[in-house]
């Protein structure tokens, strides 16, 4: 069976809603990490069939949900 789509000429948008998700859209940022951050995500990539950028985002979400903060220990100059 072939099935043949026909566009009208106009279409009416009046009753349309704006995209719940437009405020959740990515921002591409440059960042540098070190070789073996970027490893780490590589190989659980290769496990789970996720991108290793998306993997960074979703651990960088979790810190955002759960509030969490790195730990920064300084050496003193004694």
Request: negative net charge; glycine residues 2%; hydrophobic residues 40%.
């Amino acid at each position: 069976m072939i099935y043949i789509v026909i566009m009208k000429e106009e279409y009416d948008f009046s009753q349309s809603i704006k995209n719940p998700y437009i405020n959740k859209l990515k921002k591409q940022v440059t960042i540098r990490l070190e070789e073996d951050v970027v490893d780490y995500f590589r190989v659980l990539a290769e496990e789970t069939g996720i991108s290793y950028q998306s993997l960074i985002n979703l651990y960088l979400q979790d810190c955002v949900r759960l509030q969490r903060k790195p730990s920064l220990e300084w050496m003193s100059n004694a």
